[in-house]
């Protein structure tokens, strides 16, 4: 029975050297083999934990900018749902749902396209006009003006949607008519002008200059604000689309170390039967 076990190690231990040796002629080069085979595959298990690692940092720093994209976003857009950068009696006024039943639409900033960077000059165009109401039509700003009156919200502008010449035209464009982009006005052109450095000039009228430290935050940089709400959101898709990238990455990087230790695991327990084969 002895002999016959130990003639089965033996043929067990030769099966296991030729497995693992394949071509090899020595035992040194067996060894040799399964040493290599097992500090490769150590290797690729410390890259693929590296991998891995950066990845989730990249996830977590991901994550991170979406979450205080979104606190600023949730704060601008609770005061611009609340109507917090208009005059109480805009809000007192959207808040009438018979109003806006009969064709209040909304505030006239809110419907205005206004190219990067001239915003300040729309503003100077436009002054108190941004916090005036857009409506259907004659009959639904009368209404509401008289709403105001009875509840005396203060005094009211309106903007008659119908009674404007549009032409394909946006809304920016049919109160402003038509104007050119510069960076300061020239003196020398007669057509209309919007301005980087804030300035407008159009249909004899020409405006600008910046609010007074102590002036009425109302309308003075209304339009901005609406415009960073609204680069906010695009920014918001940008980032939930990056960070859907990350996490992908993130499980999919977890998923070759996983694979990699177990091959490290297994090469070493490889190599340890191997040195005890040749023991």
Known sequence: IEAGEAEKRSEDRGRLLDELG???????DILEA???????????????????????????????SLT????????????????????????ALMEAPDLKSAGLIGPLAEYLKTPDGYEQAVEAALGERLAWLLVENRAAAV???AYAEEHRLGRCG????????????????ALLGDYELAETLLAESAAGQLTLDGSFAGSGLVAGGRPAEDASQNSAGLLARLKEVENLRQEEDKLIAELEVRQKEARDAAEVFDEKKEAAQAAESAQRNVSQALA
Request: glycine residues 6%; aromatic residues 4%.
């Open 22 to 28: 394949g071509q090899k002629k020595t035992q040194a």
């Open 34 to 64: 399964a040493i290599e085979a097992s500090a490769l595959a150590s290797e690729a298990s410390i890259l693929a934990e590296r991998n891995r690692s950066a990845t989730a940092a990249q996830t977590t720093s991901a994550e991170s």
């Open 68 to 91: 205080a994209l979104r606190a600023r976003l949730d704060a601008l857009e609770g005061v611009k749902n609340n109507f917090g950068w208009y005059p109480e009696g805009v809000k």
């Open 143 to 145: 209404r509401a003006l």
């Open 158 to 173: 309106f903007i008659c949607r119908d009674e404007l010449t549009l032409d394909g035209r946006e809304l920016t464009r």
